[in-house]
């Protein structure tokens, strides 16, 4: 039975008014949040989140901002209800905390708080509010813990206990908490905000049911939750039933050893329904990259409302037609304590998003439903490259700081245009980066300089947004730092799709010994990106590095990827990325068949086709047997199309009308011409940054319509040799 | 005797309104169509109609004026138009990209498609890094290589050929000498290139918004030039002698001068003289805590006053950029007449965001609108007479009304027309109340304590539901609603505002300081003002701080005493910091060890230089019985009810002051319709504003 014949009888206008009012109020909680906290961590990087439940603990309204804690919050709510039961809940309680295994977080550094609402002393719903907060105790500053081996070095653990009664904040947990967290006063601040917030949400949720009475309150809260289900469902339904494949890999170099963890995502389309299946991914790690339960529903709960659902407020109808499965316990997806778990959101939870949305846009290019096809979308880089250092300020005081440039990576081009350039992960909304007066300002800072990443966006008919390149030095009198970083997407790029290239990866660099002085004495100005001397790549994941006096940091933070066929994307945006200098003459020329004249500053329109028409021959060893390029679209068009007439073999090339076979289980690759290279040699040739990495061998696969020669799709894969270990 | 005049002139999107008072108060009115080729168009349009009111020539009434108050959009148009000059921007080597990093350009929305970067206002060609540094203290690092930069001007304008100049270095606000040497090279090189550096423009941390602000101070110039200019000389050569004022975003005057440097600040200055009128109706009627409501064709607006004191943003986000600007904090969503309903993919109804705007309008201008907009919303209940709209200036047709709520939104939601259209009529009261509720209660303010003003053409209709649904008791209507933005520009002062960044912590900083900064501030703003003709006794000067507890980056502007500070006044100055923190977020949410913690970020000096405005003219009461001013009855469809009933009509040109009805009943006036609900009483008071008073 489709649930759209539970709706009965409802007036649509109130159902909106109270969705709307719903939304409002979550909004206002983030605005007390970000107003009244004093951590970077919410007001630059906005790493927080505010939701609000009905009775049942389920979503009637969401914020945004951090999208993960759509998990987070849902078995937050749970696990409150299921360890005190409602009878031992009265108003003026709240519950904190922090716990992947017992109260659902994305990681021990998110903390959230949860406060029931009464209205005439009856429970009419919950507020979740959470931040990530300076810190929590553990064996590294930040939340994080790279080289930590359980979840016991990682931080203080919180299993939803109450923080708060009649009101009042419990002394007890309050000194219990600052004692074990090295910068108290903010702390305890931030988890007052998120109380502030809760009773903002609590009255407004009072008014709103003393305006319309708690049954209506309740009966629009579920209606409201229907009309989502129906809409998702009727966007499901457009897609051909079937099973789309994707995989990842999770990377983790902290103990010394490098590591790539198989991540498997299939996703199941039975009519209006949906199944994502994570089995047969890798064995958890004894490092920090394990997602819990929180990460793995927030993450693809987030998907599903990004492709599918952003044009609605959300609520957990949205979510009924899709099933996940965790698969066996003991997995990178599925952890069993004590796992650590600290950086779960980030490398495994964001890989997950990753494969979830390249498994999707192979569903979607296929729906009948127009709206749906077009929202197929390239990967973004997904990778928040945190680094933190500890030392003295400029100002001669002890000082411990994020760097908030970890917020610049580029995200995957979409199907209406180039992907954003610093944006972040795809899950962290409304993401800012600290301006460098900020930086420079507040810590012991000094920039080299700070710009984008040249070449690191995907090439593709659009192309990925870029990240960021930067460098600065230790501005503390001679004094020097000590440096904890982790970096999940240093070995796997972001995955080309329908047809787009892979985007570049992040790096972290430092040198030991550049005298910036003497440069600037010798040349009159700073140095630039090819002037520092004796940088060296580091480790993806170390807790402690030291900055000298002579010492240079450098970050280059990776691209989205590109989407469809880069011989596709018209010249005349090809020569605009030229010049204004986002991609450099040998990308145009390795990826997108472009011929530059640098004196000029102009394309050679002539020159370029030609040169065009040479890859595709290459690409299918002999001339393309159909040329569709002189209609060659300024649109985006998915490579694949669906036959629906009976007989025809089902898939067929969107360009040139070639039948390739059929649907099921990507058979159709099997009439495609297939290549596949060495990935870093095929990156490193387009001048895309990527890193090396012992023990494994990776390809990039392309797949190629026979008679066109256009691209159809491209793959990256991963297979290990030998494990190899490394030096620091 | 001679009478001497006031006129205050809006040119906005669509109408440019004039007003003139003279010397006794009595004010004319008259609308003309803009004319975005030449506005100053549209302002001799009005002026010829308005003369036929006071049997004047148009000389005689521009010689007989002693002031002219002109609010613009242009500067508003050319940015939302993206048609400004081609600028070139130097800015210090290694930060070339700084706008197009935009300090991540995310939004929270999930909808990764609609995450594309801000406006680009300066072509990537056009940006230049010059070899220079200095660091958090103002020391230099690297010194200024002259020779470069001066290379790198002389590429920029003269192969580049870009119309004006923006300089940008980081760290300016500290230590200005980098920017001052460049700006003097390009004078030198092209004594008439018009260029902003933005130690001058803004000398405020955070380099992406001084630099945002700088670049378009200098991409509005010519526009905002040539209006100016050509402004001033159209009224010179019809008689006008005083100089030109022009109304800026800061809800203040100033002079063309002054304008023609620093543009910038005319940016969203729209809107702020109705608020500027709302504010000093309020002191006469003795309403001191004011919501205003302005809804026209694309939006409706609002805005609080507090204690006769208008609110301002600070670093204000305007068309998805960044600035250090200060504006009236006016809070705008697309529910304006034109807005489209809609039924979301969802199955439920929406209001806006899109617009129908003026062409071709709500399906029942008859102007081949195709889509329901709130207008027809009001028609289909009959809540507007269709033949006195715009008092009869045009016909509405209330037929197509019906047709295109019936087919795209009683039908698929299975309801009758007259249902869903006050379904409809529900949702933009509620749409607008979320209005309202963003600056009262999130800002800490109880709607219940305020009067709501409520002007624009559209707002009388909805206003009433919108007081029911919040909870307040008062709303006055003003008279002329229509012209009242043009109204308040002649109740305005002359303002100027000047800041600087301090980044001073109160337990540990120097008085001192603070006093010499102020200082220079003040006198930086009185002589402004003095340029402007007002003598040191005219000007009243307010200081500020943007107050912030250490690391956080949200400030909260607090009044600071016009005196020599003393060592004495930091426990003054903290009080009052941490009383207005905790008005706004609760009693105990100030910081833990809250003292220590306070840094003052910027310091702000705003000057007033008052001027001379017309009063109200009160009339006499004419008694209470209104039924001398009622036109019979009509069949509305009312909302608040879901029931058809026989409803009193009254014209306001029939109305005296004193005259008083109950709801439900409708008043008609020649620009605006006033919908009376239930429950509500209208009385006109002497003023000829409405009062509304709920129960």
């Known amino acids: 039975m489709s649930s759209s014949e539970q709706v009965h009888s409802y007036d649509a206008f109130t159902a909106q008014v109270i969705q709307q009012r719903l939304k409002n109020v979550v909004e206002e909680m983030a605005t007390m949040l970000l107003r009244t906290s004093g951590s970077p961590v919410l007001t630059e990087a906005q790493d927080f989140c505010t939701a609000i439940f009905d009775v049942d603990g389920e979503h009637v309204a969401f914020s945004g901002y951090v999208v993960a804690h759509l998990g987070s919050s849902l078995l937050g709510v749970q696990a409150v209800i299921r360890e005190y039961g409602l009878e031992d809940i009265s108003p003026g309680d709240a519950f904190i905390c922090n716990d992947a295994y017992t109260a659902g977080a994305i990681h021990q550094g998110d903390v959230g708080v949860i406060s029931p609402i009464y209205h005439d002393s009856q429970l009419v719903g919950w507020a979740f509010s959470n931040a990530h907060v300076l810190d929590v105790g553990g064996m590294s500053p930040g939340g994080w813990a790279p080289e930590a081996y359980d979840v016991f070095s990682e931080a203080l653990s919180l299993p939803a206990i109450r923080i708060a009664e009649n009101g009042r904040i419990l002394r007890d947990i309050q000194r219990i908490i600052m004692r074990n967290v090295r910068v108290p006063v903010p702390v305890i601040n931030d988890i007052k905000s998120l109380i502030v917030a809760n009773l903002t949400a609590e009255r407004r949720v009072q008014e709103l049911v003393a305006k319309y009475g708690l049954e209506t309150y309740k009966m629009y809260c579920g209606v409201n939750k229907e009309l989502a289900d129906n809409l998702i469902r009727k966007r499901v339904a457009s897609i051909p039933d079937g099973v789309y494949r994707s995989q990842e890999w999770v990377e983790y170099d902290g103990h010394g050893i490098q590591e790539l963890y198989p991540l498997m995502c299939s996703v199941t389309v039975a009519e209006d329904h949906m199944t994502v299946d994570l089995s047969g991914s890798a064995a958890q790690s004894n490092g920090f990259v394990n997602a819990g339960p929180g990460a793995i529903i927030g993450c693809l709960e987030g998907v599903l409302v990004m492709m599918l659902g952003s044009d609605v407020p959300v609520n957990a109808g949205m979510f009924r037609s899709m099933e996940i499965k965790f698969g066996d316990p003991g997995t990178i997806v599925n952890p069993l304590p004590p796992a650590p778990t600290s950086c779960g959101h980030m490398e495994t939870g964001g890989k997950t998003e990753k494969a979830f949305i390249e498994a999707l846009t192979k569903a979607l290019q296929l729906s009948q439903d127009p709206w749906v096809r077009n929202r197929v979308a390239a990967i973004s880089h997904n990778c928040w490259p945190g680094n933190a250092w500890i030392g003295l300020d400029q100002y001669g005081e002890y000082t411990a700081f994020p760097v908030f440039d970890c917020g610049s990576a580029g995200i995957g081009a979409q199907a209406t245009g180039d992907g954003l350039d610093v944006g972040a992960f795809d899950m962290q909304l409304n993401n800012g980066i600290p301006e460098v007066e900020t930086n420079e300002g507040v810590y012991p800072m000094l920039y080299l300089y700070r710009r984008l990443h040249v070449n690191s966006g995907g090439p593709g008919f659009y192309r990925g947004g870029q990240g960021l390149d930067l460098a600065w030095v230790p501005y503390n009198h001679g004094q020097g730092l000590l440096g904890t970083m982790e970096n999940a997407c240093g070995q ?89 200098g986002y991609i450099s003459p040998m990308l145009a020329k390795e990826a997108y068949g472009v011929v530059y004249n640098d004196e000029t500053k102009r394309v050679d329109a002539q020159a370029s086709e030609a040169l065009r028409t040479l890859l595709r021959t290459e690409r299918l060893g002999h001339k393309p047997l159909k040329d569709f390029t002189k209609e060659s679209p300024t649109f985006f068009r998915a490579p694949l199309g669906v036959f629906d007439t009976p007989g025809r073999r089902e898939i067929y090339c969107a360009f040139c009308g070639t039948d390739l076979g059929m649907r099921e289980d990507e058979q159709w690759k099997k009439q495609t011409v297939v290549r596949s290279h060495e990935l870093m040699g095929t990156m490193r040739r387009m001048g895309i940054e990527c890193q090396g990495l012992e023990g494994y061998r990776r390809d990039l696969v392309e797949y190629i319509c026979p008679d066109c020669g256009t691209m159809l799709q491209t793959e990256v894969s991963a297979s290990l040799i030998e494990l190899a270990p490394m030096g620091t | 005797m001679l009478n001497y005049y006031s006129i205050g002139v809006d040119i906005g999107g669509t109408f440019t309104d004039l007003v003139v008072a003279d010397e006794t108060g009595q004010v004319f009115s008259a609308k003309a169509f803009t004319t975005p080729h030449d506005y100053s168009e549209g302002i001799t349009n009005a002026l010829d109609t308005v003369v036929e009111q006071l049997g004047l020539s148009v000389r005689d009434l521009l010689s007989r004026t002693r002031v002219f108050v002109n609010g613009t959009t242009i500067v508003t148009n050319a940015l939302a138009e993206l048609k400004g000059v081609k600028v070139g921007l130097l800015t210090t080597l290694g930060f070339k990209d700084t706008l197009r990093i935009a300090r991540s350009a995310r939004t929270n929305d999930f909808n990764l498609q609609s995450q594309v970067p801000p406006p680009e206002l300066v072509s990537r060609d056009h940006v230049v890094e010059i070899h220079e540094r200095i660091n958090y203290a103002g020391e230099v690092v690297v010194p200024l290589d002259v020779e470069h930069a001066t290379r790198q001007i002389r590429n920029l304008v003269e192969v580049q050929n870009v119309e004006a100049l923006a300089v940008c270095l980081l760290w300016s606000f500290r230590n200005s000498n980098h920017e001052r040497v460049i700006k003097n090279i390009i004078h030198e090189l092209y004594p008439t290139m018009f260029v902003t550096i933005s130690s001058d423009i803004y000398p405020v941390s955070r380099e992406y918004e001084r630099m945002v602000t700088t670049v378009l101070n200098s991409y509005s110039s010519r526009g905002a030039e040539s209006y100016l200019v050509n402004l001033e000389q159209r009224l010179r050569d019809r008689g006008l002698t005083v100089p030109v004022g022009i109304m800026q975003s800061t809800g203040g005057i100033t002079s063309t001068d002054d304008a023609r440097q620093k543009p910038i600040h005319l940016l969203n200055s729209g809107p702020v003289g109705g608020v500027v009128a709302a504010n000093r109706l309020g002191e006469l009627l003795g309403l001191k805590n004011i919501i205003t409501a302005d809804m026209g064709g694309t939006s409706f607006d609002t805005a609080v006053i507090v204690e006769n004191q208008i609110g301002h943003i600070h670093r204000a986000r305007v068309n998805r950029l960044d600035t250090g600007l200060s504006l009236v904090d006016i809070h705008a969503i697309g529910a304006g007449g034109g807005s489209i309903c809609h039924v979301t993919d969802q199955g439920l109804p929406e209001v806006g965001p899109e617009s129908a705007g003026a062409e071709p309008g709500p399906a029942c201008y008859g102007r081949g609108g195709q889509e329901p907009c709130v207008t027809d919303v009001a028609e289909a209940i009959n809540l507007i007479d269709p033949h006195y709209f715009l008092g009869g200036a045009l016909t509405l047709d209330q037929e197509r009304a019906l047709e295109v709520i019936e087919e795209k939104i009683a039908k698929p939601l299975g309801l009758d027309t007259a249902h869903a259209a006050a379904g409809l009529y529900d949702l933009v009261v509620s749409n607008m109340s979320n209005a309202v509720r963003a600056v009262t209660i999130e800002r800490g303010h109880d709607p219940r304590d305020f009067a709501l003003l409520a002007y624009g053409g559209a707002s009388a209709l909805y206003i009433a539901a919108i007081a029911q649904d919040m909870g307040i008791r008062r709303v006055v209507i003003p008279h002329h609603a229509s012209v009242f933005s043009a109204e308040g520009l002649l109740l305005s002062d002359y303002s100027r505002s000047s800041v600087q960044t301090v980044n001073w912590n109160l337990a540990k900083g120097n008085i001192s300081e603070l006093n010499t900064v102020f200082d220079t501030l003040s006198q930086q703003v009185t002589a402004s003002l003095q340029d402007n003709g007002f003598s040191a006794g005219d000007i009243d000067l307010t200081w500020e701080g943007d107050f912030k507890f250490g690391t956080q980056v949200y400030e909260l502007t607090i009044l600071i005493p016009h005196k020599e500070l003393t060592e004495e006044d930091k426990a003054l100055l903290a009080q009052r910091f941490i009383a207005e923190y905790e008005r706004l977020y609760g009693q105990g949410a100030s910081w833990e060890n809250a003292e220590n913690l306070i840094v003052i970020l910027n310091l702000r000096v705003t000057g007033v230089g008052r001027t001379a405005k017309p009063g109200f003219v009160a009339g006499t009461l004419g008694g209470s019985d209104a039924s001398d001013a009622s036109i019979g009855n009509r069949q509305i469809f009312l909302p608040d009810r879901e029931t058809e009933e026989s409803v009193s009509i009254f014209r306001d040109e029939r109305f005296l002051p004193g005259m008083r009805i109950s709801g439900p009943a409708v008043i008609e006036a020649r620009d605006t319709t006033i919908y009376v609900p239930y429950g509500v009483e209208a009385e006109m008071d002497v003023y000829r504003n409405y009062s509304l008073t709920l129960a």
């Open chain 1, 492 to 580: 796997m790029p972001a995955h080309g799709t329908l047809g787009g290239y892979p985007g570049a990866v992040t790096v972290f660099l430092k040198s030991d010994n550049f005298d910036l002085g003497q440069y600037i004495r010798e040349h009159g100005r700073m140095p630039g990106p090819d002037d520092v001397t004796g940088l060296i790549q580091l480790r993806n994941h170390l807790a402690s590095t030291t900055l000298g006096p002579y010492g240079v940091f450098r970050q280059i933070t990776g691209g989205g990827s590109g989407l469809g066929d880069p011989l596709l994307r018209p010249l005349a945006w090809v020569e605009r990325d030229l010049r204004d």
